[in-house]
């Protein structure tokens, strides 16, 4: 199993935990205005660290982002195999066929 498929798993398994006990159950408690703030601050440090140039601080903002995105679909109930469907369905498009679909 790889890395994103197994965190995605850890996710699932934290509904209904102690949220004093966990991080992910604490967000699932909070609910989706919560998690989808936290998923834009993220977006939002990620973006910082990306323009400031320092390489090690971008790992660790797009390691948080993936990972509360992962939350965040989680509590939409989609998969992650449905975004990686939708990613390989992509890749099967050619040029301008790809940016038209993906303006659908
Ligand atoms: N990958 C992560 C992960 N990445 C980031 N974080 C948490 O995400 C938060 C990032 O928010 P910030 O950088 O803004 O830091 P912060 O100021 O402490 O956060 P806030 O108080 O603003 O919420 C931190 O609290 C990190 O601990 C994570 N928490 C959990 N996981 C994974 O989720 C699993 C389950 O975690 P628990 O639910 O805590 O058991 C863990 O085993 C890990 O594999």
């Known amino acids: 199993m790889d890395t994103l498929t197994r965190l995605e ?3 699932a398994q934290r509904r209904g935990a ?3 006990s966990s991080y992910v159950a604490q967000l699932q408690a909070r609910g989706m205005p ?3 703030r936290k998923l834009g601050e993220e977006a939002v440090e ?3 660290a990306a323009l400031s140039g320092d390489d090690e601080e971008l790992v660790g903002e ?3 982002l993936l990972f509360h995105l992962l939350v965040l679909l989680g509590e939409k ?3 992650l195999a449905q975004v990686l469907a939708e ?3 992509r890749e099967g498009l050619s040029g301008l066929d790809e ?3 993906r303006s659908e």
């Open 9 to 11: 798993t850890t996710i």
């Open 18 to 20: 102690d949220p004093s």
């Open 34 to 36: 919560v998690i989808a």
């Open 46 to 48: 990620t973006v910082v």
């Open 62 to 64: 797009a390691a948080d």
């Open 77 to 79: 109930d989609i998969a």
């Open 87 to 89: 990613l390989d369905r």
């Open 99 to 101: 940016k038209a679909s």
